[in-house]
């Protein structure tokens, strides 16, 4: 059974870093790419981030680039999510998804997504 | 990046309706566009794939269609465990992006 369990979620301050985790299980996790997608409260999915399965190319959106980093650990079967500089607008829960793609652009879409972790960036 | 406009926003409908949802990109791609559902408090879940292929395990009700830049899910009878809201995702570039989401309830 495929399962992903996200993990770091907090409260944080504005300004503050954050390092969100993915544990993966079920599938062989170095031959997908992965992302990150969240949905701020009331609203819909934004995609966030995506790596492919070797880590130099990781790609963002424009609203989270230069202060979140991607990565991975093929060995831990793990996804991970560096967030700094973080403002209130990146208040959401954060979704961890498997791609069905080794590499991400030209995928077939996620099929297996996280039960999410919150992050929420008040004062 | 690549726009993608999800239209109706919201839809009522009634048991064993058949509804339509669009969805239109700001460029052509290939047929890299998928759709997912989403209950409240619950992770999407992926319906179609490739704009017109079922994902395993999801009910021959829903359908998918288009090419270019614009894309359908269809819904041939609606039940109510179909309330939910629904996306649009484009995966032809190295930037995803989904469509603003239909809210589906029953009237």
């Known amino acids: 059974e495929v399962q992903l369990l996200e993990s770091g979620g907090a409260l944080v301050q504005p300004g503050g870093s954050l390092r969100l985790s993915c544990a993966t299980s079920?599938?062989?996790?170095?031959?997908?790419?992965m992302s990150w997608v969240r949905q701020a409260p009331g609203r819909g999915l934004e995609w966030v981030s995506g790596?492919?399965?070797?880590?130099?190319?990781?790609y963002y959106a424009d609203s989270v680039k230069g202060r979140f980093t991607i990565s991975r650990d093929n060995s831990k079967n793990t996804l991970y999510l560096q967030m700094n500089s973080l403002r209130a607008d990146d208040t959401a829960v954060y979704y961890c998804?498997?791609?069905?793609?080794?590499?991400?652009?030209?995928?077939?879409?996620?099929?297996?997504w996280g039960q999410g972790a919150l992050v929420t960036v008040s004062s | 990046d690549i726009q993608m406009t999800q239209f109706p926003s919201s839809l009522s409908a009634s048991v064993g309706d058949r509804v339509t949802i669009t969805c239109r990109a700001s460029?052509?791609?290939?047929?890299?566009l998928n759709w997912y559902q989403q209950k409240p408090g619950k992770a999407p879940k992926l319906l179609i794939y490739?704009?017109?292929s079922l994902q395993s395990g999801v009910p021959s009700r829903f359908s998918g269609s288009g090419s270019g830049t614009d894309f359908t899910l269809s819904i041939s009878s609606l039940q109510p465990e179909d309330s939910a809201t629904y996306y649009c995702?484009?995966?032809?570039?190295?930037?995803?992006?989904f469509g603003q989401g239909t809210k589906l309830d029953f009237k």
């Open positions: 079920g599938f062989t996790f170095s031959s997908y790419a």
């Open positions: 460029q052509n791609f290939n047929s890299y």
């Open positions: 995702q484009q995966s032809y570039s190295t930037s995803y992006t």
């Open positions: 790596i492919s399965v070797t880590e130099s190319a990781p």
């Open positions: 998804a498997k791609d069905s793609s080794l590499i991400v652009g030209a995928s077939w879409g996620f099929d297996y």
């Open positions: 490739g704009a017109s």
